[in-house]
């Protein structure tokens, strides 16, 4: 098949080269002529694990095509998929100006039949405007063409979005049954495969999407809930967790208790829902609640930081392990590390940072500020007597690095693990002061006396 993908951001690009990892002929048309330059010259310009390989792979085959002439991706088919983003607006509804933009040029410029797939996250009834938006134009052109509308969302997560598409959970298409065929045959290799694909109508697929994020989100703040009274008791929330996950009905997933999620698409997502609600006049108690306690459990780590050090957090030296919203990425958007660096500056503490892939990431959204030392390496943020260590993401480096140099560098200072590294035996073992989510504080028979100057 012949597909144009608008939009090579996160989703479209991943999806761009999917699709023609899976045999089709593809085109991705982005406005922006740097990417677009850059991905014909097969570099990636995000930090994707597969995606740079398979973009050379496709590019070579002659499968993939960039092509910053929105027009031209235009004229080559008549299946066109609509990636582009959907930004949150200041009251948390969706920012639509892309989606209808493109949707409004394939109108005017379309000289057959066609149809138009939404793969970008869009509120329930999007696809119902984007019909009447297209049969408007296509009426004041006096133009007959049917163009039809479909929804496809993508369930695809940052660090395994190539993993992901290719060996998705499900596929979620949604419209009349008449005008979802050319997505059976386009999704037909995967199919084969045994993925299952479902089909619905547009406005349950439109829901469906954003119901899967607030439901995964829920299960975050449910456990990070949780985790607050298991600390307060003395309890062990990754106990508690093995102890519910084995619950077919509850199921062990996103059920890791931390310092809140991040990301493009939790916070958004989850904020749009509720907006969508209120519009339609339905409480939003659960879903407002979702958003509340994960902005409460981003000040953890300030919040031990304070108990430890009696709330004289002025002139401490504080190092931070990871600065990505999750391991494997370098996006920056939402990142619980920026709540803890900006409560820390305000504070007047020292920081000390450091992440395997986001550090450039980290400069363009932090502000230059004397307080923040960029380091080198994980070892280098211990360098130099550090009052207390904070791990703000996971990264596998982290959770490998020997404990007995750890605690050798961090000579007595807390560890202040807000993904829950390493197990209490071991930092028990090792002799840490280790303060985790939701398990019993651990004090090292060797505290450092604190002395800020
Ligand atoms: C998510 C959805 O998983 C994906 O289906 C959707 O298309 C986009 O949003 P992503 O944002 O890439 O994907 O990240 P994900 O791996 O889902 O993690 C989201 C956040 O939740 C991260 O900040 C992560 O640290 C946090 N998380 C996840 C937890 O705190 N605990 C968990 O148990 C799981």
């Known amino acids: 098949m012949r597909i144009s993908v608008y939009g090579a951001g996160y989703v479209g690009l991943v999806s761009a080269v999917c699709l023609a990892k899976l045999g089709h002929h593809v085109i991705c048309a982005d406005i922006n002529e740097d990417k677009i330059k850059l991905l014909a010259s097969g570099e990636c310009p995000i930090f994707e694990e597969q995606l740079p390989d398979l973009l050379n792979e496709q590019l070579k085959t002659g499968h993939l095509q960039f092509s910053s002439d929105i027009s031209y991706a235009i004229g080559q088919t008549t299946i066109h998929v609509i990636a582009t983003g959907t930004p949150g607006n200041p009251d948390g509804s969706a920012d639509l100006t892309q989606v209808f933009a493109v949707a409004s040029q394939i109108a005017h410029e379309t000289n057959s039949n066609c149809l138009l797939i939404t793969k970008s996250t869009v509120p329930v009834g999007t696809g119902d405007q984007l019909e009447a938006l297209v049969q408007t134009i296509l009426n004041n052109s006096k133009k007959s063409y049917r163009v039809d509308v479909v929804s496809n969302p993508e369930f695809l997560r940052e660090g395994s979005a190539v993993h992901d598409f290719l060996n998705a959970d499900r596929i979620i ?9 050319p997505l059976h045959l386009m999704y037909q290799p995967l199919v084969d495969n045994g993925i299952s694909l479902l089909t619905m109508s547009r406005k349950s697929a439109e829901l469906a999407k954003y119901t899967a994020n607030a439901m995964l989100a829920c299960k975050i703040s449910f456990i990070n809930q949780i985790s607050r009274i298991a600390e307060e008791v003395g309890a062990d929330i990754d106990e508690i967790r093995l102890g519910i996950g084995s619950d077919g009905r509850i199921g062990p997933h996103f059920l890791r208790a931390g310092i809140g999620y991040g990301g493009s698409c939790f916070p958004k997502d989850g904020r749009a ?3 969508t609600a209120r519009t339609l006049g339905i409480e939003t108690n659960l879903l407002d609640a979702i958003d509340a306690i ?6 953890w780590v300030v919040e031990q930081l304070n108990k430890h050090f009696n709330h004289q957090l002025k002139n401490i030296t504080v190092g931070i392990w990871g600065l990505a919203f999750k391991p494997d990425t370098d996006d920056m ?8 660096i900006k409560a820390l500056i305000k504070a007047g503490s020292k920081l000390r940072l450091y992440d395997p892939v986001a550090m450039s990431a980290a400069r363009n959204v932090l502000p230059e500020d004397k307080l923040i030392t960029w380091c080198k390496s994980a070892g280098h943020v211990c360098e130099e007597g550090i009052d207390a260590l904070v791990i703000a993401t996971e990264w596998q480096q982290f959770k490998n690095y020997p ?16 993904r829950n590294c390493f197990s209490l035996t071991k930092a028990k073992d090792a002799n840490l002061t280790y303060y985790s989510v939701g398990r019993p504080k651990i004090l090292s ?9």
């Open 445 to 453: 028979t060797e505290r450092k006396v604190h002395d800020a100057g």
């Open 333 to 340: 958007r939402e990142a619980s590390s920026l709540v803890i």
């Open 294 to 299: 994960n902005d409460q459990q981003k000040n």
């Open 273 to 275: 829902l509720a907006q």
């Open 173 to 181: 298409i949604g419209g009349e049954p008449e005008t979802l065929k």
């Open 403 to 418: 404990l007995s140099l750890l605690v050798k560098n961090l000579a007595g200072a807390p560890l202040i693990d807000g």
